[in-house]
């Protein structure tokens, strides 16, 4: 099997766990690494032997061998990124939020069909098999009809001034409502309030679907206990599920019992799709672009609820 050439622009804490994958993949060759960090660059040299590093990720671009770019820099330069590795005639895979404006992500979305490129976004919860299963459940009705999804996604970080919760863990939120109902909501409302810094800091939202269902998520960085916490509540039976544990945790007729799941490496099978999504044209991009930017969307119809103190409507008209 021919040798997968990728490049990696961003090698920080995130970066440094992609290439640590990759480094781990069967036929795929880290060709090169990008970051403004000589530390960063540096650490990825000894630790995983990368060929080829620069500071100026238009170099890493302009290499021919190099077939995908995965992107996991700070959210406000993946636009520009994105894009000009398109422009380049590259794959990309790019850490959530994909852009910082629906309008620029939409842009991507056609530059990436009009060049037949694949455009993935890191929406890693589609990869988890917790949650894989309890989309199959939904699916098949286990919890008879669904009344109420709770998202409690909260830790304790420093302040920070270049991004906000909302824009940091609401495309989860979004994205793992799509994924686990097959359907995006209708309306949006939320509060929110800046503890530390003028950026938000913690954030309620309120999401209501065509059919009934409510679904709600407190994001907070003032929490000192770190819970990645998904609830589900339905006619027939209850599930409560810990995201990063990948474990699912019934409630039916005053008994509670745990269902198997086989916990997987989230991050390794979202880069493997990924391969799979570049190699294979029948392989359905399960993390597309349109996914992607339509987390964007809600994730303005909150700020723009919060701003403006009233609901929003979301629904695709």
């Known amino acids: 099997m021919a040798k997968f050439n990728v490049g990696v622009v961003g090698t920080g804490y995130w970066g440094r766990k992609i290439v640590d994958e990759l480094s781990n993949i069967q036929n795929v060759s880290i060709e090169a690494i990008s970051d403004l960090n000589d ?3 540096k650490f990825c040299v000894e630790r995983f032997k990368v060929k080829r590093t620069f500071k100026d990720f238009h170099e890493l671009l302009a290499m021919p061998e190099i077939k995908a770019v ?23 895979l790019v850490e959530k939020p994909m852009t910082l404006d629906s309008k620029k992500g939409w ?30 459940l939904v699916k098949q009705r286990f919890l008879g009809k669904m009344f109420l999804m709770e998202f409690n996604w909260t830790n304790l970080e420093k302040p920070f001034t270049d991004r906000d919760v909302v824009f940091d863990l609401a495309p989860h939120m979004f994205d793992m409502m799509n994924f ?33 269902l409510l679904a709600d998520a ?7 206990k770190k819970t990645r916490q998904l609830s589900l509540i339905g006619e027939s039976r209850s599930m409560f599920v810990d995201a990063v544990g990948q474990e699912i945790t019934v409630f039916e007729s005053g008994y509670t019992y745990k269902l198997g799941v086989d916990r997987n490496n989230t991050i390794r099978d979202e880069l493997l799709h990924f391969i799979d999504s570049v190699g294979n044209p029948l392989v359905e991009t399960r993390n597309s ?7 964007i969307e809600l994730i303005e119809a909150a700020k723009k609820s919060i701003a403006e103190k009233a609901s929003v409507d979301v629904s695709i008209k």
């Open 180 to 212: 686990i109902t097959d359907a995006w909501p209708v309306e949006i409302s939320a509060v929110g309030a800046s503890h530390r810094t003028n950026v938000l800091e913690t954030a309620y939202i309120h999401a209501k679907f065509s059919d009934g």
């Open 70 to 92: 995965i992107v996991a820099t700070s959210n406000e330069t993946h636009y520009q990124i994105c894009k000009e590795a398109l422009d380049a005639g590259k794959h990309v």
């Open 289 to 295: 672009g349109t996914v992607g930017v339509r987390t």
């Open 218 to 224: 407190m994001l907070s960085w003032v929490i000192p």
């Open 39 to 41: 530390e960063n660059l």
């Open 107 to 136: 842009e991507l979305v056609r530059l990436a069909e009009k060049k037949n490129l694949v455009l993935s976004v890191g929406h890693i919860f589609r990869f988890n098999n917790a949650i894989a299963e309890v989309k199959r």
